[in-house]
């Protein structure tokens, strides 16, 4: 089972950027796909961003297009969720999850086999 660490959410005011990282655990780090979700107060976990397993494909929301971008560095078993120009409705918790091998769709919470415990982004206006 592969476990998920994400770091670097924190209090920002909009319009500034913040980098999250997510640390995974084992040695087949390279052969999934990984994605970022948030989820806000009251809402639905949402789909944030994706990457493919060599970094080639990169998945975005709509509402986050233009401001954020992921990467990966499958040497440290890292992804990155740099988000830049940042509104008061980015803020959430933002979790980093594993897509199953077997799934076809990267913005579907249910395709995704383990996440992370999540880290609060709070943007004030």
């Known amino acids: 089972q592969v476990q998920l660490v994400e770091s670097g959410g924190g209090l920002v005011q909009a319009g500034g950027s913040l980098r999250l990282s997510c640390a995974a655990s084992g040695r087949t780090f390279s052969n999934y796909a990984m994605g970022w979700f948030r989820q806000a107060p009251g809402k639905e976990r949402e789909f944030v961003i994706a990457?493919?397993?060599?970094?080639?494909?990169?998945y975005y929301a709509d509402s986050v297009k233009g401001r954020f971008t992921i990467s990966r560095v499958n040497a440290k078993n890292t992804v990155y969720l740099q988000m830049n120009s940042l509104k008061p409705e980015d803020t959430a918790v933002y979790y980093c999850?594993?897509?199953?091998?077997?799934?076809?769709?990267?913005?579907?919470?249910?395709?995704?086999?383990?996440w992370g415990q999540g880290t609060q982004v709070t943007v004030s206006s």
């Open positions: 999850a594993k897509r199953s091998p077997y799934g076809r769709s990267y913005s579907v919470p249910e395709e995704y086999e383990s």
């Open positions: 990457i493919s397993r060599s970094g080639g494909n990169i």
